[in-house]
């Protein structure tokens, strides 16, 4: 057994203070040094794929960061882990625990997991190590962690049980904030008069400030922004749905321009939790736009459920400072315009009509080179 310290300081001392993840039993002690520490950053995120993905925007503005979770929890993060940091070659270190580990008395449900915890992983193509449970070992598992991520790849700690001395959790209560507010723009106008995603687009890029960063969700809509324009400050987010809106979390907190994620209704609707995270940590330079056609359009246009959702009042009512709707393409430019001059974090609902065009690129620039061109421009002096 160790202190959380002899562990966080050397890690720290190396550049790890950015950590995300979901809490478990097994790293208690860890986590909470973490929260206690307020030389450290803990983004406590809804789940474990939203914690990677808030990582992958953190390293992406500069941050060496830790995602901590349980093994149950990986089960979550595959999807990011496979399809965001393994195409884009984002490092991370993760610490995941090993509930269920074999000829360990512990409850049923980790028992699968607790037996393919290092498999999967391995499955994953994700290097790991027993997390170290004394002090030598930690400098060993720290170059090892570092070494393979210098190739853009995560690195797991494999946690034991009572790994860490508990020494008991000291966190602020969260500051209350009043509701945020609501304005919607243009007419409502009907289903078949509502811009394409394509003018939107069109529009968004005639209207965005060149210092922003963009980061546009997966599927169609990456794919008609680079068939626009290809610019180094867009981020094709190819895989890991539902991940763009914590991938610009992750980012926005770590840089002072803004920071625009390009949503998708079925993208949104599959990760809502990121929206009360973004909501609690609250950066003011994140505008969140969900382009919401009312299906997955990138699959064949089978319809979502956003006819029901109003994501305007779902970002409110999640903690954000200000949310717009709109139908029109005029209320569009009219609610962008607006948004990039507000303090956010600010969500805006534009309704759009099904379809694209029919001869969609794909982004031609390999991922690696997305994801790196990217951090250049977003760690380049304003
Ligand atoms: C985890 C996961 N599930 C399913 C898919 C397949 N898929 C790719 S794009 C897409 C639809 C996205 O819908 P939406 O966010 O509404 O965007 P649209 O296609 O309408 O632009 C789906 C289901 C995927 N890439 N990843």
């Known amino acids: 057994v160790i202190e959380a310290d002899d562990f966080l300081k050397p890690a720290a001392a190396r550049g790890f203070d950015f950590f995300t993840g979901v809490p478990c039993s097994f790293l208690t002690p860890l986590i909470d040094r973490v929260i206690g520490d ?5 983004i406590g995120a809804a789940s474990e794929g939203e914690a990677v993905a808030i990582a992958a925007g953190a390293w992406l503005g500069g941050r060496k960061t830790v995602v901590m979770c349980q093994n149950s929890g990986l089960g979550n993060a595959v999807n990011p882990l496979t399809s965001l940091n393994h195409p884009f070659r984002i490092p991370t270190l993760l610490i995941v625990t090993w509930r269920g580990e074999p000829g ?3 409850e049923p449900q980790h028992e699968v997991m607790g037996q393919i915890t290092s498999r ?9 190590r027993e997390f170290p449970v004394i ?8 170059n090892e962690a570092e070494a393979h991520m210098a190739a853009g790849l995560p690195f797991a700690l494999i946690m034991r049980k009572d790994s860490v001395r508990p020494r008991g959790l ?27 995603r394509r003018e939107a687009l069109a529009r968004f890029l005639e209207l965005i400030p060149d210092r922003a960063a963009v980061i546009a969700t997966t599927g169609k809509c990456a794919r008609e922004l680079f068939t626009l324009t290809d610019r180094p400050q867009h981020f094709y987010q190819v895989g890991s749905m539902g991940g763009a809106s914590a991938l610009g979390l992750g980012l ?19 990760k809502l939790g990121n ?45 954000y400072r200000l949310a717009a709707r709109s139908d029109g393409l005029e209320g569009f430019a009219d609610g962008l315009r607006w948004a990039l001059a507000a303090e956010g974090p600010v969500l805006l609902h534009q309704k759009i009509r099904p379809g694209s065009e029919p001869l969609l690129g794909r982004p031609s620039v390999p991922p690696d080179q ?12 304003l």
């Open 275 to 319: 929206l009360a995270t973004i909501g609690a940590f609250a950066p003011t330079n994140l505008v969140h736009i969900v382009l919401d056609n009312g299906v997955h359009d990138s699959t064949g246009g089978q319809q979502t459920v956003s006819a029901t959702v109003d994501f305007a009042d779902l970002a409110l009512a999640a903690g």
């Open 252 to 270: 926005a907190l770590n840089v002072k321009r803004p920071v625009v994620v390009l949503d998708g209704d079925g993208a949104a609707l599959m």
């Open 170 to 196: 000291n966190q602020a209560e969260p500051t209350l904030k009043p509701r945020g507010q609501r304005r919607d723009f243009g007419e409502t106008v009907a289903p078949a008069a509502r811009p394409m």
């Open 135 to 142: 002090e030598a070992d930690i400098g060993p598992a720290l």
């Open 104 to 106: 360990l008395k512990d």
């Open 38 to 42: 307020l030389k450290l950053t803990y």
């Open 120 to 128: 999967l992983l391995d499955l994953m193509g994700i290097r790991h």
């Open 370 to 381: 997305v994801a790196r061109r990217f951090k250049d421009f977003v760690l380049n002096p």
